[in-house]
């Protein structure tokens, strides 16, 4: 097999599919990799002390094949790549029109006549996989097993209108065949997309009861839906699901009906016999019509291979082989992303959530699921929010600069018992300011303990002592008994208390003047 490089996605699915007991030979011939390259990887995580039965969450797998294979971070290009990679948009127009011996000798050679055939070939296998016929996957496909494998795909139905808009809609049919009954599950969908492929998945779990241990699917050459459900290099949130069922993801070949027969050849029996001729009053009655449609009339049928009726066989023989549904459902995520404003805000559908602030003006990436939010820089988990459906704010005041933030994490409760920690004294000022008015005086309150960072514990105990036996404890009495050093000569209550007050706050020199003399 051609020389290329891996990314993490690929070689956790690779390690997956290991875990899973399958051998190197069968994942080699699945996956379309070398075996050498599955033992490189395998033998990697086991002197690492990682076994089959060893669970990884993601971010796990992601930190250990960082620190096992530095170099998936750093693929090296061949040069064949950059010599190439200019002239790319016009290659691929070329092979639209003719074969690659013909698009080499016509714009290859001219350019680059010391480029070979076989480096051209091995380019097109790194950067146009499609084109090449030769050398292909081969899916690794025995005599199926009860509860091994189902095989996925989407078909086109018709048109549909809405008679509540009287809108005319394209209907497609997400299907699931279970391999070993043929019993099959059958959604009619509007949209292609990540999120609707997501849930037909988890709809089509339950209508079973249990799961597949394996998912044979198309990878999106066939240009029916988006290129991010199907692709090669398995979609994250796809992954996620295929974990949470406990189930692995297989892709076939594009463009290979042979690769999933057993789905390929019922679009067009679900189309004939559930769809055409059919009249809906509305999106509920099409779906219920297709569930029952599963069940009496498909899976009542005798099939032309198995001789068994497919929802008896399934029920009978391989229902028990499948795998039991996890306690919870799976939460679908939408992938977007989001800049961090200047005020350590991301806009998220109208609602705006805080991250920490060293993010500033980046661009995260963002998993909005049913009752989470969460913000990814990079592989890395930053925040998580509960999801917001109005227009509202979550801000957590953690992810701010504390000294942005100090008076409203700084409550009346927090700064009472920092005083306490200082020193009595500082104690009973603070206390004696907040029974005033906790938030008129907080901030004062945080001035004096502020003031223990410059002037000591010490000091401000005596300063306060000061302050309390002339019955003004405030932060600029405080505040100024500490810079003109007056705590330095206290030793004593004084005996005139409302004589002393100004002289705290103003100092003496402020009462200094002469009486007037008589007969002046």
Known sequence: MARRSWNLNQIIEILEHWQAGRSVKSIAESLGVDRKTVRKYVNGVLSAGV????????????????????????????????????????IRDALGKNRVITVWKRQVVPTLPGLSLSSFRRWLRDVMPEVITGNQVTVWRPDVPPGEESQIDFGYLGPWQDPATNKQLRVWAFIMVLSYSRHMFVEPVFRLDSPTWLHCHIEAFEFFGRAPRRLVLDNLKDGVVKPDIYDPEINLEYARLARHYGTLVDPCRAGHPKDKPRVER??????????????????????????RWCVEDAGA???????????????????????????????????????????????VRKARYSVPFRFLGRTLSVRVGEKTVEFYHGEDLVKTHIRRFDQGTSTDMRDLPEEKTAFYLHTPQVCLQKARQIGTPVHDVV???????????LRQAQGILRLEQKHGAGRLNTACKMALSCDDPHYRTIKRILDNRMDMSFTEEPTDRSARIGAYLHGSNAFAFDLPQKGV
């Open 431 to 441: 206390l004696a300011l907040l029974n005033q008015g906790a938030l008129i005086h």
């Open 51 to 90: 076994t089959r039965e060893s669970y990884l969450e993601r971010e796990e797998w992601v930190a250990l094949l960082k620190q096992r294979f530095p170099e998936l971070d750093h693929a090296q290009r061949s040069p064949t790549y950059f010599l190439l990679e200019p002239h790319k948009n016009e």
């Open 266 to 291: 019922q679009v067009s029996y679900v189309r004939e016999s559930m769809w055409t001729g059919m009249r809906f009053g509305n999106v509920a009655h099409m779906r219920q019509h297709s569930r």
């Open 301 to 347: 049928r005798i099939h032309g291979t198995t001789r068994w009726r497919p929802f008896e066989y399934y029920e009978q023989n391989e229902k028990q082989h499948m795998l039991p549904l996890p306690a919870e459902r799976f939460e679908v995520f939408e992938l977007t992303t989001a800049k961090v404003a200047p005020d350590s805000h991301c806009q």
